[in-house]
């Protein structure tokens, strides 16, 4: 009988272990989540998925030093997770701004269906340097340029995904756009004074 009650003592501490740390990590947790994840209802089953497996590891007497990061970093990975199993949005849906800050479609830069072979041609020579020139960038200098052109992420949230200063994640784009520009014009010039024939 005593042991029985001894269980079932440890069991209440447990669970209310367990409802504290929900209580004192959920809010910092769901801002997280939310600075990374779009979709409020992702966003909260991720919230939930990890809770439950931190249900799960003192369940399982897992020992856990550092509940907080180690919340955060099953978070993390859930986040990931969710954008591996995402499938892209279709090129129709994304859009971009152009340098006077007007959004435009991508779907826009593609060759109309009436195009001719030339404008097909053309683009298709365009996008292959494009993607030559940013393969023959560093590797830190192109995800700056990619999530932050491409993918749309700011700053701000790269910066506080990274953990790099703001100034640093500039500096990359900056010399990733000096290194594009330069390459891409003489294609650029070849185009232009194509058309003016």
């Known amino acids: 009988m005593d042991q029985a009650l001894t269980i079932a003592h440890m ?27 779009a979709d409020p209802f992702d966003a909260e089953d991720i919230l939930q998925d990890v809770f439950a497996e931190l249900v799960e590891a003192c369940r399982l007497m897992q020992p856990i030093e550092q509940v907080g990061a180690w919340l955060f ?5 859930r986040i990931t997770d969710l954008f591996r199993k995402k499938r892209p949005e279709a090129l129709a849906d994304q ?31 365009l996008f292959d340097a494009l993607e030559d020139a940013l393969d023959e960038l560093p590797a830190e200098q192109r995800d ?8 749309g992420h700011s700053f701000k949230e790269l910066a506080t995904e990274t953990g790099l200063t703001m100034s640093a994640l500039l500096s990359r784009k900056h010399y990733a756009v000096l290194h594009l520009r330069r390459r891409l014009r003489a294609i650029y010039n070849e185009f232009s004074n194509d058309k003016g024939r």
Do not use: C, M
């Open 144 to 151: 700056v340029f990619i999530a932050h052109e491409l993918e």
């Open 11 to 37: 069991a209440d501490e447990q669970d209310q272990r367990i409802s504290d740390t929900v209580a004192r990590e959920q809010a910092r947790l769901r801002s997280f989540v939310r600075r990374r994840v």
């Open 95 to 125: 859009q971009a701004i152009n340098a006077e800050g007007e959004a435009f479609l991508l779907e826009d830069l593609l060759p109309s269906k009436d195009a001719g072979p030339d404008e097909v041609y053309a683009q298709s020579i």
């Open 73 to 77: 970093r099953v978070a993390r990975n």
